[in-house]
């Protein structure tokens, strides 16, 4: 007997999920793998040279119950001015998939983005194929809407002034989401060549112009500028996202003010770090998952084998957050974020595209 599955371009991805949606799903999803309800190994990944490689993401996301978010705290898993109807996070359904993840630094002189994949979504009762679909919008958009969801969790509530490191998609998107969260006076922008900064600059004035950020209010649209130098972008900043391919510290502790919220991205093996060490060593660290960060993060893995600081520096995971572990206890400590990707957070993405594209009659059914 045939096995019909949905085929979904990019797209129909796009099409189908706003970061919105993304962000109440991660903060959802989150709290689903925080509390048990994922079994997810840490990824497989295989090397290829020195900038490429191949990574392996399974996950299986059991059903959700109501009853397992107990004490979470509904005002801290989405927008104050935007409760959730139900008086709860967002539901997630019990979903089976994989992701495959390829980076490959080269590919920019190929013209195709250094960062491709594809998910695979199965019936979790029958295991048959369910979907297939691009993967690397989701990574993109999941990664920035779970930095959204701890900078809504750790930053200060009136957090005016982002900074980010990078100009790539990643930076982009990030844009997209930390606005549907804080109302930034000021957005600033560096990276190595000046002409990926202006042309980021006008993309992102006109991303914002196309799709202002819902905060229940009108407001003025940030100021959006480049700097010269990492430094003079980071100084001041409350919110600051590194974005980079750098395998050495994009930035100085003495940079980051009091109060400041760190979201690092980059920097996702064990020998590579984008933070000075003494940033992570002063701040209140918190991740995904601890056993990814102990493997796969060198800003965690350097730190520890230089005797900086010990598993326990680690506070939380996110999703314990979520949950209502404390977080940030004043407003002058600094907080980092240690971001990695999760398996759970690309299945969960993805059953969430692949519902709504059935409702919606999006997307190509094939016989396998």
């Known amino acids: ?42 990824r497989t990944v295989i090397p290829m040279g020195d900038d490429a490689f191949a990574g392996f993401m399974p996950a299986f996301v059991r059903g959700d119950d109501r009853a397992d978010s107990g004490g979470a705290n509904p005002a801290s898993v989405r927008r104050d001015d935007r409760a959730d109807k139900s008086g709860g996070p967002a539901s997630v359904g019990e979903s089976l998939g994989a992701k495959i993840v390829t980076v490959f630094g080269a590919n920019h002189v190929r013209g195709l983005p250094s960062h491709l994949a594809s998910i695979v979504l199965l019936d979790a009762e029958t295991g048959a194929l369910r979907a297939l679909m691009d993967g690397r919008y989701i990574t993109e958009a999941r990664t920035a809407a779970v930095s959204a969801v701890s900078s809504r969790l750790l930053a200060r509530q009136t957090a005016g002034s982002l900074a ?12 997209e989401a930390l606005t549907r969260i804080h109302s930034f006076r000021q957005i600033t922008i560096w990276s190595p060549q000046k002409a990926h900064r202006d042309s980021f600059v006008a993309d992102a004035r006109e991303m914002l112009k196309a799709t202002p950020p819902d905060h229940g209010q009108a407001r003025q649209a940030p100021q959006i500028a480049t700097a010269d130098h990492a430094g003079e972008a980071v100084v001041g900043a409350e919110v600051i996202v590194l974005v980079t391919s750098s395998p050495v510290p994009v930035i100085e502790s003495g940079w980051v003010k009091p109060g400041a919220h760190v979201i690092s991205v980059g920097a996702c093996r064990p020998n590579q770090r984008e933070m000075d060490p003494v940033l992570v060593s002063r701040s209140r ?34 999703g314990e957050l979520v949950n209502g572990t404390e977080g940030r206890r004043t407003t002058t400590e600094v907080t980092i ?27 190509k059914d094939l016989e396998l």
């Open 1 to 42: 007997m045939p096995v019909t599955f949905r085929l979904l371009t990019e797209d129909d991805v796009k099409s189908v999920l706003s970061m919105d949606d993304l962000i109440d799903t991660m903060a959802a999803a989150l709290r689903r793998f925080s509390n048990g309800g994922v079994t997810q190994p840490v």
């Open 285 to 318: 660290l918190f991740v995904d998952s601890r056993a990814a960060a102990l493997v796969e993060s060198g800003d965690v893995v350097l730190g520890m084998k230089e005797g900086r600081f010990g598993a326990d520096h680690i506070v939380a995971e996110l």
């Open 164 to 175: 980010i490191i990078g100009s790539g998609v990643q930076a982009r998107s990030h844009v």
């Open 337 to 363: 974020f240690k971001s990695l990707g999760l398996a759970v957070e690309d299945v969960t993405a993805a059953d969430l595209a692949y519902r709504r594209a059935v409702e919606r009659g999006i997307g």
